[in-house]
C-alpha cells in the first residue's frame, strides 16, 4: 500500500473504478420553476447502507470536529456525518485546532447564517495553511446553493470539499475523493427522491433524541430557501420511524423530537395517502417513553385528527410550535403561506379548545417587502389575542433564487429594526407573564446536565420547554424530577429539587 493509498483508506486507486460520474456539480440555484416542476415520482427506500470494506481504515488515527449551524435537522444530519466518520474510524475531538478533518455544516436561511460560515472558513485558512494535510469541507444548506459553491471554488480554496444534504450517505467517497485530488471536490445532488434508512449515528447525548420523520419542503413560502436546499417532501415509512423510537426508548432516553420541517404534511407522499401525523403520533403515544414533541408544524395542514390525537396527552407533549410569520393577511398571502390570519386564529381556537392547558410558540418575520406599519400592527394584535409564551423573532432577509428576493422593497432598515425591537418587547413581557404562575408550584424537569452559566447548578427542561434551574446531585441528570419554583423570570425558573417524580400528574 503506497502513502496515497493509506490515506485514502486502503482504496483502490480511481484507475480501478471510474469515480468521476459521482463528482459531476449537479447542483442548480434556486429556481422556483425547476423547483415546481419537480416530479411526483416515486420515493425510493434504501435499506442497505454500509461502510465499504475499502473504506475501513480511512480514519485510523485520525480526528474529526463538525461545527453545526441552523436548525435541528441540521443538528440531527451532524448526527449521521459523525456515525459515519466513526464507523470509517475517525475520533471526534473538541476543537478545530488538531482536527484531522473540519466540518462546517451550514444553513442558509438568512444572510447572517451565511457570513458566519464564511467568517469562519477564514479563520481556518491559517490551520489549513500551517497543517495541509487537514481537510476542511462544507455541507449542508449552503452546499446546495449555485452562488455559495462558486464563492467558495473562487474565494475560499482551503477548503477541500463540499457536498449537499443529498450525498451524506456518500461521504466515504467523497473522503476519499478528497485525498486523492488536488482539487477541490464538489459532489452536490439536485436529485432529492431517495431515503436512506439505516445511516449510522452518533447521538449527541442519551437523553433526549431526535427522531426525522420527513425531509424536504414543498410548501414553497416565497422568502424562505428551504425547499431549494432540501429537495421534495418526502416521507420515511410509520414502521422505521416507529422502530428508531422504540429503540431509543429501549436505550433510555427520555424524550423524542420529531423533525420535518413541515411535519404536518406526514404522508402526503405515500400512495394512499391515509396515514397522517395525527395516525403516527398516535401509535407512537402507546411507546413507553415520557416526552415526545414534534417540529415544525405548519398551520394548513394542521388537521382536526392530529388535534383530537394530541389532545389524548400522556406522552404528547401540550406545547405546540406554530410559525405564523405575520398578523397581516396581505402579507401572508404575498408570502404564500396558505392560510389567513382568521384561519390560523381559528385553529389556534380549536387547539385550544382540544388542549385547554395548551402552550404556544411562533416565528415571525418582521420587515417582509413593502410591509405597512398596520399590517405590522396586526403582528403585535394577532400575537397578544394568542398570548403566545415564547417567540423566534426575525427580520425577512432575502435569499437569492426565492420570489420574495425579486420584489421591490420600500421598507427601509432602520424601521425594520424598529418593528423587531418593538415585537420582541411584546415576546418578553408575554415570556415573563407566562411565567409568573408557575411561582411556587411544583413543575417536571427532564435533567440535562450542569447550567451553562453555573457549574453547580443543574438544568433542564419542563413539558412545556421552560427552562429551570436547580441544585440537586448530578446523578439526577438524564431523569425527570420535581421541583419547586421558588423565583420565576423572563426566560427561566429557578427551583427547590425535591425528588424524582412520581406517577401523579403535577403542572408541567
Ligand atoms: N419549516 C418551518 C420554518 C423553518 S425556517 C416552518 O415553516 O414553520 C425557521 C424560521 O426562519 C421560519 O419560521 C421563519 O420565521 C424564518 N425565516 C425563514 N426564511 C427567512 C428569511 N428569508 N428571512 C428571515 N427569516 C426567515
Ligand atoms: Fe420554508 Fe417552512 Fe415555508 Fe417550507 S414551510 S417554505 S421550510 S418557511
Ligand atoms: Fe437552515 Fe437548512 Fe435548517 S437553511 S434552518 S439548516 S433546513
Not at 436529485?191 to 420523520?213: A, H, Q, S
Not at 392560510?339 to 380549536?350: D, F, G, M
Amino acid at each position: 500500500m503506497n502513502e496515497e493509498q493509506r490515506l485514502a483508506g486502503q482504496a483502490p486507486t480511481t484507475k480501478e473504478k471510474d469515480y468521476s460520474q459521482y463528482f459531476q456539480s449537479v447542483y442548480t440555484p434556486p429556481s422556483l420553476k425547476n423547483a415546481k416542476k419537480r416530479g411526483r415520482e416515486e420515493i425510493s427506500y434504501h435499506d442497505d447502507f454500509s461502510i465499504d470494506e475499502q473504506f475501513r481504515g480511512m480514519g485510523q488515527g485520525r480526528t474529526f470536529y463538525i461545527r453545526t449551524y441552523g436548525c435541528q435537522m441540521n443538528e440531527h444530519d451532524t448526527e449521521v456525518i459523525a456515525g459515519i466518520l466513526v464507523g470509517l474510524g475517525y475520533e471526534p475531538t473538541e476543537t478545530v485546532d488538531n482536527a484531522d478533518i473540519v466540518l462546517l455544516n451550514t444553513c442558509a436561511i438568512r444572510e447572517n447564517a451565511e457570513n458566519k460560515v464564511f467568517g469562519e472558513l477564514g479563520h481556518l485558512k491559517p490551520l489549513k495553511l500551517e497543517r495541509p494535510d487537514m481537510l476542511i469541507g462544507v455541507c449542508g444548506c449552503m452546499s446546495q446553493e449555485e452562488s455559495v459553491v462558486n464563492k467558495i471554488l473562487k474565494t475560499y480554496d482551503q477548503v477541500d470539499m463540499v457536498f449537499g444534504t443529498h450525498n451524506i450517505h456518500r461521504l466515504p467517497e467523497i473522503l476519499r475523493e478528497a485525498y486523492l485530488s488536488k482539487e477541490m471536490v464538489v459532489e452536490v445532488w439536485s436529485k432529492e427522491g431517495d431515503i436512506i434508512e439505516n445511516l449510522p449515528r452518533v447521538r449527541k447525548g442519551n437523553i433526549k433524541g431526535w427522531v426525522n420523520i420527513m425531509y424536504g419542503c414543498d410548501k414553497f413560502c416565497t422568502y424562505c430557501i428551504v425547499p431549494y436546499t432540501r429537495g421534495k417532501e418526502r416521507s420515511r415509512r410509520p414502521e422505521d420511524i416507529i422502530q428508531e423510537v422504540r429503540q431509543l426508548a429501549a436505550a433510555g432516553y427520555q424524550e423524542i423530537t420529531l423533525l420535518g420541517q413541515n411535519v404536518n404534511a406526514y404522508g402526503k407522499d405515500f400512495e394512499d395517502g391515509d396515514y397522517r401525523l395525527g395516525d403516527l403520533m398516535d401509535d407512537l403515544r402507546k411507546i413507553d417513553i415520557p416526552r415526545i414533541r414534534f417540529t415544525t408544524s405548519h398551520p394548513r395542514d394542521f388537521d382536526d385528527h392530529l388535534i383530537e390525537v394530541l389532545a389524548k396527552g400522556g406522552n404528547l407533549v401540550d406545547h405546540i410550535h406554530l410559525p405564523v410569520q405575520s398578523g397581516s393577511s396581505e402579507i401572508l398571502k404575498i408570502m404564500s403561506r396558505k392560510y389567513t390570519r382568521e384561519h390560523y386564529l381559528e385553529l389556534v381556537s380549536k387547539i385550544k379548545r382540544a388542549i385547554p392547558n395548551v402552550t404556544l410558540t411562533t416565528d415571525i418575520i418582521v420587515g417582509f417587502p413593502n410591509e405597512t406599519d398596520e399590517q405590522f400592527e396586526e403582528t403585535i394584535s394577532l400575537y397578544k389575542e394568542v398570548g403566545f409564551d415564547m417567540a423566534f423573532t426575525y427580520i425577512y432577509s432575502p435569499r437569492e433564487g426565492t420570489p420574495a428576493a425579486k420584489m421591490q422593497d420600500n421598507v427601509p432598515m432602520q424601521v425594520k429594526k424598529e418593528r423587531l425591537q418593538k415585537l420582541n418587547k411584546v415576546v418578553n413581557d408575554f415570556s415573563a407573564e407566562a411565567m409568573k404562575p408557575y411561582q411556587g408550584k411544583v413543575v417536571n424537569v427532564l435533567v440535562e446536565g450542569e447550567s451553562k452559566r453555573n457549574k453547580d447548578v443543574l438544568s433542564g427542561y419542563t413539558e412545556k420547554s421552560k427552562l429551570v434551574n436547580f441544585r440537586a446531585p448530578a446523578s439526577v441528570i438524564g431523569k425527570i424530577v420535581q421541583v419547586r419554583v421558588v423565583e420565576a423570570k423572563t426566560w427561566s425558573l429557578d427551583g427547590e429539587y425535591i425528588g424524582v417524580q412520581e406517577e401523579e400528574k403535577v403542572m408541567s
